[in-house]
């Protein structure tokens, strides 16, 4: 059975995926592109989801630290987790970004305002797996840490 505090991020993670597939269909395969309102609105939510998911993610890793349930990650897992929080915020820096210059009057097929969606997505994207991936690390040497101790069998 699963731990209660991992609803929250079941339910987020969800969501988040829910919201880039929603992004990947509305801009790539219907084709409406990244430089249309439609587009644009997708991104924009899917920028909102993957923001909530990392925060309940941060939250509950944070969580289990402070808790000692799962050992102190190691130095190669403290980089990929750096870097994949400064991606993500780059990436969402850049969309903001983006935002800011349609929002000064800027037009959609204006060139910045295109490559700071274009640099700012795949980033982004790429960015929220790698953190992903690591909590999922950390839930995992939780579990086995438990495992030792013969607290929980895992399933």
Same mark, same amino acid.
């Given at each position: 059975?699963?731990?209660?505090?991992?609803?929250?991020?079941?339910?987020?993670? *969800?969501? +988040? =995926?829910?919201?880039?597939?929603?992004?990947?269909?509305?801009?790539?395969?219907?084709?409406?592109?990244?430089?249309?309102?439609?587009?644009?609105? +997708?991104?924009?939510? *899917?920028?909102?989801?993957?923001?909530?998911?990392?925060?309940?993610?941060? =939250?509950?890793?944070?969580?289990?630290?402070?808790?000692?349930?799962?050992?102190?990650?190691?130095?190669?897992?403290?980089?990929?987790?750096?870097?994949? /929080?400064?991606? $993500?915020?780059? /990436?969402?820096?850049?969309?903001?970004?983006?935002?800011?210059?349609?929002?000064?009057?800027?037009?959609?097929?204006?060139? $910045?305002?295109?490559? +700071?969606?274009?640099?700012?997505?795949?980033?982004?994207?790429?960015? $929220?797996?790698? *953190?992903?991936?690591?909590?999922?690390?950390?839930?995992?040497?939780? +579990?086995? *840490?438990?495992?030792?101790? /013969?607290?929980?069998?895992?399933?």
């Amino acid at each position: 059975m699963r731990d209660q505090h991992d609803v929250p991020v079941l339910l987020t993670g *969800c969501l +988040a =995926a829910g919201g880039a597939g929603m992004f990947l269909i509305m801009s790539v395969l219907i084709g409406f592109g990244v430089s249309t309102l439609i587009g644009r609105e +997708a991104m924009y939510l *899917c920028l909102l989801l993957e923001l909530v998911n990392l925060l309940v993610l941060h =939250a509950r890793a944070g969580a289990l630290l402070r808790s000692g349930k799962a050992p102190q990650p190691s130095p190669k897992m403290r980089l990929l987790r750096r870097v994949s /929080g400064i991606g $993500w915020l780059t /990436g969402a820096v850049l969309l903001v970004g983006s935002l800011a210059l349609l929002l000064f009057g800027l037009p959609l097929a204006n060139i $910045w305002v295109k490559l +700071a969606a274009y640099i700012g997505v795949p980033v982004m994207m790429l960015s $929220w797996a790698g *953190c992903l991936i690591v909590f999922r690390r950390l839930r995992m040497s939780a +579990a086995a *840490c438990a495992q030792e101790k /013969g607290k929980v069998l895992l399933p």
